[in-house]
């Protein structure tokens, strides 16, 4: 979920104007993914880090001050409801990051993705204002996480945090971060030789684009959104409606 510095292999045909969706679909199924060098680069190249970083599901760092954030509903959680938004805001600089790896080829085709059901987003709202979400796509049981951003302290932690909990519930097994940063390894995400990773992206992604049928379903991205909410506290019956923090905190502390 972060572009960093790390061994990286470039593989041939470094320079794409127009990014094919199924072309990255199948990158992603392999251990690939695209970076442009900036922001208002041509083309993209493609990457194959040496170690991976992942955060396992059951591994998510929930801190008490983390905690008490997400519960407290600081702000407000959609999935997919801007996903060009925060695509846009991911590709934006910012004093810490002044140039992006997310170039308008890149751009173009996660947009695509999203429009066909692979791509998708986390929002946080403070009101109407956009202050941070993350992005990433989806193969199978698998997200591979893209970019993240925070315009607002812990914005882009509780996103991690909503995105960790609904992975969780839609039955997803692997969350790849691609390269580790201490942001990262402070949420409970860990590097893996590529060999390990390819065997969980191998089990997570069976059957996934038409090859033998594994039996299995994919993830889920939208489970979450159909959980019952518990009874209301006056014994009224069963409503629906979207999670609450707290129960997002529910979801990250109890046991599998």
Same mark, same amino acid.
């Given at each position: 979920m972060a572009r960093g510095a790390g061994a990286v292999k470039h593989l041939p045909d470094p320079s794409y104007d127009v990014l094919d969706p199924n072309l990255v679909l199948g990158a992603y199924a392999v251990g690939v993914f695209p970076m442009a060098d900036a922001r208002d680069a041509a083309g993209v190249y493609w990457v194959e880090p040496r170690s991976r970083a992942v955060l396992p599901l059951d591994g998510f760092h929930l801190s008490r001050s983390l905690r008490k954030t997400v519960a407290s509903d600081r702000f407000r959680v959609t999935a997919d409801a801007a996903f060009e938004d925060v695509i846009a805001l991911c590709a934006e600089s910012a004093d810490d990051r002044p140039d992006t790896w997310i170039n308008t080829t890149i751009e173009s085709a996660f947009t695509t993705l999203h429009f066909r059901g692979f791509a998708h987003s986390i929002e946080c709202w403070d009101g109407d204002d956009l202050v941070g979400g993350l992005y990433g796509l989806t193969l199978g049981k698998a997200f591979f996480g893209e970019s993240m951003v925070s315009r607002a302290t812990d914005a882009s932690k509780v996103a991690l945090a909503w995105l960790v909990a609904r992975l969780r519930v839609g039955g997803f097994t692997l969350l790849?971060? #691609?390269? #580790?940063?201490?942001? !990262? %390894? =402070?949420? $409970? %995400? @860990? +590097?893996?030789?590529?060999?390990?990773? @390819? %065997? !969980? !992206?191998? %089990?997570?992604? +069976?059957? =996934?684009? $038409?090859? &033998? &049928?594994?039996? &299995? &379903?994919?993830g889920d991205f939208g489970a979450l959104d159909r959980l019952p909410l518990p009874p209301l506290s006056d014994g009224a019956d069963t409503v629906s409606g979207p999670p609450l923090g707290k129960d997002i905190v529910q979801l990250l502390t109890q046991t599998s």
């Open positions: 790849d971060c #691609q390269f #580790q940063t201490p942001h !990262l %390894a =402070s949420l $409970g %995400a @860990v +590097e893996i030789s590529r060999g390990d990773y @390819v %065997a !969980l !992206l191998g %089990a997570a992604i +069976e059957g =996934s684009l $038409g090859g &033998a &049928a594994s039996g &299995a &379903a994919p």
